[in-house]
């Protein structure tokens, strides 16, 4: 079946870096994306991997591994609107984003 | 680039009545749009692909005789939550198809309260 896996809750301090991880598995990949998503509103898109390796994005990178099935976001300068909950979205062979149910990060001052 | 709208942004309605929801791409045509429906603290689901000019591909377990998804141009497809009920009470929200790596851009969503 398809499935993703990542911490459900993390907390970091203003100013400081944090990395979210996130294993899956689906049926075929065409890249994977990370949604940041704040309390009452609609996801938008942050950053999309389809090959193996680290792209960064000002404070946002994003890494993936294809043969682990894993990718990490990593925020850097953490900011307090930064507080938000991330989703990692595989594509799976027929274009569907598979959704899990994120991870919420909250950052303290 | 890449904005969508919805409206309305939220609506409330009595149980038994009909509402339209609407979603468009502002500055691109799409001609595939999902919607989704979303429940608190929980993932995102899936309801139906909306592919321009044909009909709704609606995930299992989604009525579609309930649910009514209209893709009629490029920028606009509407969803129609007929005969709302208070377990219909939910958060709705569209996304549109745009670029090359297939991303897909969300709009506000809607928020909808059936009484």
């Not at chain 1, 949604?35 to 509103?41: D, I, K, L």
């Not at chain 1, 300068?77 to 799976?92: I, R, T, V």
């Not at chain 2, 500055?27 to 321009?52: C, G, I, V």
């Not at chain 2, 569209?94 to 969300?106: N, R, T, V």
Request: aromatic share 12%; glycine share 8%; net charge neutral.
């Amino acid at each position: 079946g398809q499935n993703i896996d990542q911490p459900t809750e993390m907390t970091a301090t203003e100013g400081a870096i944090v990395q979210i991880n996130c294993t899956y598995q689906t049926s075929g990949f065409n890249g994977l994306f990370w949604y940041q998503q704040h309390a009452g509103e609609a996801p938008t898109f942050l950053s999309y991997n389809v090959l193996d390796g680290l792209e960064e994005k000002g404070r946002f990178s994003s890494f993936l591994s294809r043969s682990k099935g894993y990718s990490y976001l990593l925020l850097k300068e953490l900011q307090m609107k930064d507080s938000a909950s991330y989703l990692c979205a595989p594509m799976d062979s027929n274009y569907q984003l598979i959704w899990g149910a994120g991870t919420k990060l909250i950052i303290k001052p | 680039g890449a904005v969508v709208s919805q409206h309305p942004s939220r609506v409330i309605c009595k149980s038994g009545t009909s509402v339209k929801i609407e979603c468009r791409s502002l500055d691109f045509q799409a001609t595939t749009m999902f919607w989704y429906r979303q429940f608190p603290k929980q993932s995102l689901m899936l309801m139906a692909t909306s592919n321009e000019g044909s009909k709704a591909t609606y995930e299992q377990g989604v009525e579609k005789d309930k649910f009514l998804i209209n893709h009629a141009s490029l920028t606009l497809s509407t969803l129609t939550v007929t005969s709302a009920h208070p377990e219909d009470s939910s958060f709705y929200i569209c996304s549109a198809l745009q670029g090359i790596f297939y991303e897909q851009y969300f709009g506000p969503g809607t928020r909808l309260t059936v009484t």
